[in-house]
């Protein structure tokens, strides 16, 4: 693999994001499946029993997706 964190750093940031972009998508088409690590794992299993002994400590698809509106328009 060739690094050129030089060339990249000089990029704008608009043309970083779309090489990250280009990236993800590369992954996310690859039939490789990822590793997750240990912590990962065991964070999920935390708060999938933590949801399961207490539902009201979750928010709706709605809701969620209602702050991240909020949060985007100030």
Do not use: C, F, Y
């Not at 993800?24 to 990822?34: K, R, Y």
């Amino acid at each position: 693999m060739h690094n050129h964190p030089e060339a990249i750093r000089s990029l704008p940031a608009a043309e970083k994001l779309r090489l990250v972009e280009s990236i993800w998508d590369d992954i996310a088409s690859s039939q490789t499946t990822l590793p997750l690590p240990d912590w990962a794992i065991q964070e999920a299993r935390r708060r999938r029993a933590e949801l399961i002994a207490t539902p009201t400590a979750g928010v709706s698809h709605e809701t969620m997706w209602q702050r991240i509106e909020d949060g985007r328009n100030g």
